[in-house]
């Protein structure tokens, strides 16, 4: 069984005047879309992971205050609001792995194989990409779907994870 894991489609990664922009992350919205109606009628399993921080997150130390639980800027982006049968995970870190019930989640449905997109390529996504695999989950990305801080960390996280977690990119 495959799932589609959507990673930080939230306001305050997506929309233009954003604390954490990045840049061209609005683009992914159709190919997004794409892959859960896809899954959808597949009766694939769709799931958000998701920014939740806490005001004082020690994250901010390193990046602007951003998706604080509760807020606006927290919430999935408007064109992609998650369904009812959608599951949403929260976390605080890069990871969705890390001290979350991502991996629980994906046992219980029998998934072995993880279908990503979202962003940021290089941060987020690479480092879900990199548990997964770790748990020995198969990884399939969408090209389309996901956005790097730039073009060339989008390239290099691509690369990344096809040389070291044989990740297909689709
Ligand atoms: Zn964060």
Known sequence: ????????????????????????????????????????????????????????????SIWPAHCVRGTEGAQVVDELKPKKHHIIIEKTRYSGFFRTNLEETLRNLNVDTVRLVGVATNICVLYTAADAFMRGFRILVVSDG??????EDKEWALKQMKNLFLAEVV
Do not use: S
């Not at 990045?22 to 959808?40: L, M, S």
């Not at 996901?146 to 073009?151: A, K, N």
């Open 1 to 60: 069984m495959e799932a589609l894991i959507i990673v930080d489609m939230l306001n305050d990664f997506v929309r233009k005047d954003a604390p954490l922009y990045v840049p061209g992350a609005e683009n992914t919205i159709p190919a997004i879309k794409r892959e859960i109606e896809r899954a959808d009628k597949q009766g694939i399993p769709v799931i958000y992971v998701c920014d939740a921080h806490d005001p004082d997150d020690e994250e901010f």
């Open 146 to 151: 996901v956005e790097g801080l730039t073009p």
